[in-house]
């Protein structure tokens, strides 16, 4: 069975309504720009479909020629003014809605970058992000492309109206078959050309694949493997493939498209057929006079013209609209942590006991816990190391501590209080950290630092790169702690090594100067002079700080006051290194192990 679509929570007039707000509040101009241009472009195309039958009937009149060259006049001008003001204001509508498209898109970015972090790991809560940025990507996008939507239906409106009140002279019979005619081929062609919204999986997986296939061969790190393993046939392969799936993807489709510009021939014969014999018939028995003929044909063509419009973009809308009731599902997605409705932290909070009491947490979608009913306290200035083998939990606990995660079972306390309680922004500020993930701007290195463009405190960022061991290469680098890191932006850029990398990240956690250091995995890309000249310098960078201090090297555990072995989640093993040796268990051989692989390294 197909799995039944869900519902939009909000429809095209609720969207509207959103919309109008969002431009009343930013940008009132896009509203009004809006309905001038539906009235010119409805009054430019009613002036000119008068145009030729008005100055007709003044010519089978006999009109003096002054007054026929005044009516020429006259319809020139309006149509100068009509059109004239239809390209202004059409060029000056641009900016408005872009500013309204930038402010929906700074939502989406607000709510991106301030949301829950659990709601980063929620794969339905990524999809609606990406649908989301995609309503804001270009001009043609729905967050900005509905004005251009809403123009056009008002055009259409307005002029349905004016040409139905020409049409009123005319057999009742006849607008019904403009309108049946119209309505019959709207819907076949929308049913026909939705085979290509049916199929669009189909056509998502050939582009897919085909991008897949062009960033891989234009990307910079994919160049040293394909030059050393061969592996150009087999992108080729992939390349060719995809093209042909996409070529027969087209080929059925533009048959299906066939078929509608057939059916849309074949109404369009009747409906022209139509009136042209009815307004030959009335010409025949009533003497209607040739500036009339062309007036009603003309106006009969026009009618169907406002008809399928109004069709074709309401149609549009409510395609728009499925997008948009996404967007705002997507900045309406419901946070599970409290922020401002939290309480504030108390005010100069120096020393913080964070206990983690009987937690266990299993991530979304998992069949047993990655943490299970473990208890931990971390005192005030003490320097506590977690080790264990890969998926023991090290980095979930320590999730779970900082606030990112909240326990499935059991609670975080900070002084006492269960933190759920707190805002969870302010409780974030009680740390320096750097992860094994960690983020770099695309700017120099004082700001990297400083993590801010102004007001940075450049004694204290030097001081803070020595304690890092990162001085010497700063100062080699052309314009020290003022030169760019990464190329991504600055072409005088530099690229660091992954130590140097680390380095600049432990720097970073220093000048935030938080009660409470979090290193995890902080010398992982260090060389072993390197790593134990870090340790070396780790009591004094953590001096008066409680730390914790992930590690898979358990040589750095000595300089730790606790050390906690994780086994399947659990605390299997506590006390400080040279006792854990003693104990002869788990730590202790994986100890060994260790030692006797740098013994053998030596021997080289």
């Given at each position: 069975?197909?799995e039944?679509?869900?519902?939009?929570?909000?429809?095209?007039?609720?969207?509207?309504?959103?919309?109008?707000?969002a431009?009343?509040?930013?940008c009132?101009?896009?509203?009004?720009i809006?309905?001038?241009?539906?009235?010119a472009?409805?009054?430019?195309?009613?002036?000119?479909?008068?145009?030729?039958?008005?100055?007709?009937?003044?010519?089978?009149?006999?009109?003096?020629?002054?007054?026929?060259?005044?009516?020429?006049?006259?319809?020139?001008?309006?149509?100068?003014?009509?059109?004239?003001?239809?390209?202004?204001l059409?060029?000056?509508?641009?900016?408005?809605?872009?500013?309204?498209?930038?402010?929906?898109?700074?939502?989406?970015?607000?709510?991106?970058?301030?949301?829950?972090?659990?709601?980063?790991?929620?794969?339905?809560?990524l999809?609606?992000k990406?649908?989301?940025?995609?309503?804001?990507?270009?001009?043609?996008d729905?967050?900005?492309?509905?004005?251009t939507?809403?123009?056009?239906?008002?055009?259409?409106?307005?002029?349905?109206?004016?040409?139905?009140?020409?049409?009123?002279?005319?057999?009742?019979w006849?607008?019904?078959?403009?309108?049946?005619?119209?309505?019959?081929?709207?819907?076949?062609?929308?049913?026909?050309?939705?085979?290509?919204?049916?199929?669009?999986e189909?056509?998502a997986?050939?582009?897919n694949?085909?991008?897949?296939?062009?960033?891989?061969?234009?990307?910079?790190e994919?160049?040293?493997?394909?030059?050393?393993?061969?592996?150009?046939?087999?992108?080729?392969?992939?390349?060719?493939?995809?093209?042909?799936?996409?070529?027969a993807?087209?080929?059925?489709?533009?048959?299906?498209?066939?078929?509608?510009y057939?059916?849309?021939?074949?109404?369009?014969?009747?409906?022209?057929?139509?009136?042209?014999?009815?307004?030959i018939?009335?010409?025949?028995?009533?003497?209607?006079?040739?500036?009339?003929?062309?007036l009603?044909?003309?106006?009969?063509?026009?009618?169907?013209?406002?008809?399928?419009?109004?069709?074709?973009?309401f149609?549009?809308?409510?395609r728009?609209s499925?997008e948009?009731s996404?967007?705002?599902?997507?900045?309406?997605?419901?946070?599970?942590?409290?922020?401002?409705?939290?309480?504030?932290?108390?005010?100069?909070?120096?020393?913080?006991?964070?206990?983690?009491?009987?937690?266990?947490?299993r991530?979304?979608?998992?069949?047993?816990?990655?943490?299970?009913?473990?208890?931990?306290?971390?005192?005030?200035?003490?320097?506590?190391?977690?080790?264990g083998l890969?998926?023991?939990?090290?980095?979930?606990?320590?999730?779970?501590?900082?606030g990112?995660?909240?326990?499935?079972?059991?609670?975080?306390?900070?002084?006492?209080?269960?933190?759920r309680?707190?805002?969870?922004?302010?409780?974030?500020?009680?740390f320096?950290?750097?992860?094994?993930?960690?983020?770099?701007?695309?700017?120099?290195?004082?700001?990297?630092?400083a993590?801010?463009?102004?007001?940075?405190?450049?004694?204290?960022?030097?001081?803070?790169?020595e304690q890092?061991?990162?001085?010497?290469a700063?100062?080699?680098?052309?314009?020290?702690?003022?030169?760019?890191?990464?190329?991504?932006?600055?072409e005088?850029?530099?690229?660091?090594?992954?130590?140097?990398?680390?380095?600049?990240?432990?720097?970073r956690?220093?000048?935030r100067?938080?009660?409470?250091?979090?290193l995890?995995?902080?010398?992982?890309?260090?060389?072993?002079?390197?790593?134990?000249?870090?340790?070396?310098?780790?009591?004094?960078?953590?001096?008066?700080?409680?730390?914790?201090?992930?590690s898979?090297?358990?040589?750095?555990?000595?300089?730790?006051?606790?050390?906690?072995?994780?086994?399947?989640?659990?605390?299997?093993?506590?006390?400080?290194?040279?006792?854990?040796?003693?104990?002869?268990?788990?730590?202790a051989?994986?100890?060994?192990?260790?030692?006797?692989?740098?013994?053998?390294?030596?021997?080289?």
């Open positions: 069975m197909k039944k679509k869900k519902k939009p929570t909000y429809n095209m007039w609720q969207n509207t309504a959103y919309f109008v707000k431009a009343w509040d930013n009132p101009s896009v509203l009004w809006c309905l001038l241009l539906a009235v472009t409805a009054g430019a195309t009613v002036v000119e479909m008068l145009f030729v039958p008005v100055v007709l009937g003044q010519v089978e009149g006999h009109v003096p020629l002054p007054q026929l060259l005044a009516t020429i006049g006259v319809f020139t001008l309006a149509l100068l003014l009509l059109w004239g003001g239809k390209s202004y059409n060029t000056n509508a641009l900016f408005g809605r872009i500013q309204v498209r930038m402010y929906i898109s700074g939502e989406i970015s607000r709510k991106s970058t301030s949301t829950s972090f659990p709601n980063l790991l929620d794969t339905t809560f999809k609606w990406e649908q989301a940025l995609r309503t804001c990507n270009s001009n043609q729905a967050s900005e492309a509905i004005w939507t809403w123009t056009d239906i008002l055009t259409n409106v307005l002029g349905f109206a004016v040409y139905l009140l020409l049409l009123t002279g005319l057999s009742g006849m607008v019904a078959l403009v309108i049946l005619t119209t309505a019959v081929g709207f819907m076949v062609s929308e049913h026909l050309e939705g085979w290509g919204s049916r199929h669009r189909e056509r997986a050939c582009m694949t085909i991008g897949y296939a062009r960033r891989v061969s234009t990307k910079r994919y160049a040293q493997d394909f030059r050393i393993f061969g592996l150009r046939p087999w992108l080729e392969e992939v390349w060719s493939s995809a093209m042909g799936a996409y070529r993807f087209l080929t059925r489709r533009e048959r299906v498209y066939f078929l509608v057939v059916v849309d021939a074949l109404l369009t014969l009747l409906r022209n057929g139509g009136a042209y014999a009815y307004l018939w009335l010409t025949l028995t009533q003497g209607l006079s040739a500036s009339q003929f062309l009603y044909f003309s106006a009969i063509s026009g009618f169907t013209q406002w008809v399928k419009g109004i069709m074709e973009q149609s549009t809308l409510h728009q499925l948009l996404t967007l705002r599902e997507f900045l309406e997605w419901p946070e599970p942590f409290a922020f401002e409705e939290g309480k504030p932290l108390p005010q100069d909070l120096k020393e913080c006991e964070i206990v983690l009491d009987h937690v266990s947490y991530y979304p979608g998992a069949e047993k816990d990655t943490i299970s009913n473990l208890t931990f306290t971390l005192h005030p200035g003490e320097k506590v190391a977690i080790v890969n998926g023991a939990g090290k980095t979930t606990l320590v999730k779970l501590l900082c990112f995660l909240d326990p499935t079972q059991g609670c975080v306390r900070l002084n006492g209080v269960d933190i309680a707190y805002n969870r922004r302010e409780y974030y500020h009680l320096s950290a750097v992860f094994q993930e960690f983020s770099v701007l695309d700017t120099n290195v004082a700001v990297n630092v993590q801010r463009v102004e007001d940075i405190d450049r004694e204290r960022v030097a001081k803070c790169l890092a061991g990162l001085t010497q700063v100062e080699a680098l052309p314009r020290g702690m003022d030169t760019p890191v990464t190329r991504n932006v600055f005088d850029g530099v690229e660091l090594s992954g130590g140097q990398m680390q380095r600049l990240m432990l720097a956690a220093l000048y100067d938080a009660p409470v250091v979090v995890d995995e902080p010398t992982a890309a260090l060389d072993p002079l390197a790593e134990h000249d870090i340790y070396m310098k780790y009591n004094s960078m953590t001096q008066g700080k409680s730390s914790l201090f992930i898979h090297r358990l040589a750095s555990t000595r300089f730790c006051d606790r050390i906690l072995y994780l086994e399947h989640g659990r605390i299997a093993e506590e006390g400080t290194h040279q006792s854990l040796l003693d104990l002869g268990g788990g730590y051989k994986l100890f060994e192990v260790q030692s006797r692989y740098y013994q053998e390294g030596g021997e080289f």
